[in-house]
């Protein structure tokens, strides 16, 4: 029911933000790492693309956070799946 001073498009958006979905995810990267001294970290420059896919279950059991999984693809890939497969934990906060 739509009250006084609601719009119908402010609740369509509320009804989306309470309901949980499934998403398919793509990630990659590329890059070079210039001024390494700035940093404290010592990293492994990526000299290839890096690429994952997974699933994302955002807002699970209808709460404020997602829980995922993915796996590395590609030149980064490494011959034990538990070293390529990943938990992901994601909180919603808007």
Known sequence: MITKGERLSDLKLW?????????IE???????????????????????YYQ????????????SFGVGFSYRLGYYQTSQFKDNFGVQFRLNVL
């Open 52 to 63: 994952e896919v997974g699933l994302i279950w955002n807002r699970f059991l209808g709460r």
């Open 26 to 48: 793509y990630q990659s990267a590329i890059g070079g790492f210039k001024n390494r001294g700035d940093h404290q970290f010592n990293f492994q420059v990526l000299d290839h």
């Open 15 to 23: 009804a989306a933000d309470i309901h949980s979905n499934i998403k």
